[in-house]
T-cell receptor
């Protein structure tokens, strides 16, 4: 089974703090994704990566950055957390160019106060 | 018009009912169709996957794709309280491109 692990399930951070959300997958997938999920807005793609050190902006990249130094690990960084970034963050991975389904982690609930 | 439309519900049914969940889409280029189930405070898990038109059955679940109408459905037979979750449809134009999600339908099955 594919396993996508998000190390932090619940976080509370202060406005202005730098926040790191970590994600690790164990299936040697090339593609990795970060989404946020909000009531009424559904899943929105923040960033994705199709290879080590490669990244592409999704639909809502503002206020976020990402890092992919190793194939199995994809980090989401909130440079200066704001209250409107309070949300559930979901990491996902997908096999290479022929992949069509993605596999999600359990989610990280972030509250910014 | 949004690319993928899904009624958010909530949908409440008694145990044992047949449930029909639906999505419509506007782009005829979509070829791959998926249904994800998401329990409260958990990540979505892949439930069903179909390619192009037709039906696919897996136990109590049947996924149906009608490309001519741009309409996909998920049927749940003999629904159980454990089926209470949010169901997300998702679709893809071609392998390797971005998955487009519906906003999800919340289902509650009462015993």
């Amino acid at each position: 089974d594919v396993k996508v692990t998000q190390s932090s399930r619940y976080l509370v951070k202060r406005t202005g703090e730098k926040v790191f959300l970590e994600c690790v997958q164990d299936m040697d997938h090339e593609n990795m994704f970060w989404y946020r999920q909000d009531p009424g807005l559904g899943l929105r793609l923040i960033y994705f990566s199709y290879d080590v050190k490669m990244k592409e902006k999704g639909d809502i990249p503002e206020g976020y950055s990402v890092s992919r130094e190793k194939k199995e690990r994809f980090s989401l960084i909130l440079e200066s957390a704001s209250t409107n970034q309070t949300s559930m963050y979901l990491c996902a991975s997908r096999p290479g160019v022929s992949g069509n389904t993605i596999y999600f982690g359990e989610g990280s609930w972030l509250t910014v106060v | 018009q949004k690319e993928v439309e899904q009624d958010p519900g909530p949908l409440s049914v008694p145990e044992g009912a047949i449930v029909s969940l639906n999505c419509t889409y506007s782009n005829s280029a979509f070829q791959y169709f998926m249904w994800y189930r998401q329990y409260s405070r958990k990540g979505p898990e892949l439930l069903m996957y179909t390619y192009s038109s037709g039906n696919k059955e897996d136990g109590r679940f049947t996924a149906q794709v009608d490309k001519s109408s741009k309409y996909i459905s998920l049927f749940i037979r003999d629904s159980q309280p454990s089926d209470s979750a949010t169901y997300l449809c998702a679709m893809l134009k071609q392998a390797g491109t971005a998955l487009i999600f519906g906003k999800g339908t919340t289902l509650s099955v009462s015993s």
